[in-house]
């Protein structure tokens, strides 16, 4: 292991360097949405990003994913500025290395929930009955068997998100960036869809950044990361106590509203 990718023992999977991101806006300035933001993500941890609207909570997750690049500054896998592959090389790294959920499912509305997370790998050329199988595997991980031929409007908002989690696994991705995932369930599926990430994170050391306006989902992640303004303003780590009292309420407490904020 190299010091670029270890620090003080835990295992960095990446590095985003002095972050600035603008947007043009024809003649007027540019908006700067991110403004120098340096984060380190160390591999198999699971953080939050939380932080008002417009904050840059999106912006920044796009950009750490590099579906959006930044204006300037680094992004760091194993030693390699991701910001300056070529295209084809970008979006092959992105394919193998990175699984994305956001708050709308995005599933093809014509394709079965096992065609759906079969698609990544097809489109990266596994053999199909690789794709399959692993597909079939990660559909009973996340409680999906018996919905394998149904299509996304014939499931319920609960499981077509677990069928995009699925989706976003596929590739074996080292990175899972989640942006309001359950933002758009009702309290007992969203504490189901959190148990699920909470689970995919402990068993198969997956490395997650979750963007939420979640608050018990926030209190049971190990990591919250604050914005403001387009900064990184606090990164608060929580104590295993505080984690298990936290994890115990959501699962105790069934009737208890999740808190918005
Ligand atoms: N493509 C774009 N062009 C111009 N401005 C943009 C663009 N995308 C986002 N912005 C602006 O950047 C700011 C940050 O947006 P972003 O989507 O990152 O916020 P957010 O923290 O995710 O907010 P929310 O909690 O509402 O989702 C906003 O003020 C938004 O209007
Ligand atoms: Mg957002």
Do not use: W
């Not at 909570?57 to 070529?86: A, E």
């Not at 009973?140 to 149904?150: D, I, K, N, P, W």
């Amino acid at each position: 292991m190299t010091a670029a990718t270890s620090d003080g023992g835990r295992e960095v999977l990446l590095r985003a360097v002095r972050m600035t991101k603008e947007f043009d806006r024809g003649s007027a300035p540019p908006l700067r949405v991110l403004s120098e933001v340096s984060l380190t993500l160390y591999r198999g941890e699971c953080a939050t990003i939380v932080g008002a609207s417009g904050a840059g909570k999106s912006t920044l997750l796009h950009c750490v994913g590099t579906l959006d690049l930044p204006t300037r500054g680094q992004i760091l896998f194993g030693g390699t500025n991701v910001v300056t592959l070529p295209p084809p090389e970008l979006a092959k790294f992105r394919n193998e290395t990175i699984g994305f959920v956001f708050q709308f499912h995005h599933l093809l509305p014509e394709f079965s929930a096992l065609e759906n997370v079969m698609m990544p790998a097809m489109i990266a050329r596994l053999p199909n009955k690789e794709a399959k199988s692993r597909a079939e595997e990660l559909l009973a991980a996340v409680g999906m068997s018996e919905r394998l031929t149904h299509r996304p409007g014939e499931l319920s908002g609960g499981e077509q998100q677990r069928v995009a989690i699925a989706r976003a696994l596929v590739m074996r991705p080292r990175l899972l960036l989640a942006d309001e995932p359950t933002g758009n369930l009702d309290t007992k599926t969203s504490r189901e869809v959190h148990q699920l990430l909470f689970r995919l994170n402990e068993e198969q050391r997956i490395t997650m950044l979750i963007v939420t306006h979640n608050r018990e989902l926030a209190s049971q992640v190990p990591r919250s990361i604050r914005m403001q303004d387009g900064r990184l303003i606090a990164s608060e780590e929580k104590s295993a106590e505080e984690l298990a009292r936290a994890r115990a309420i959501a699962t105790e407490d069934p009737d208890a509203e999740v808190g918005q904020g």
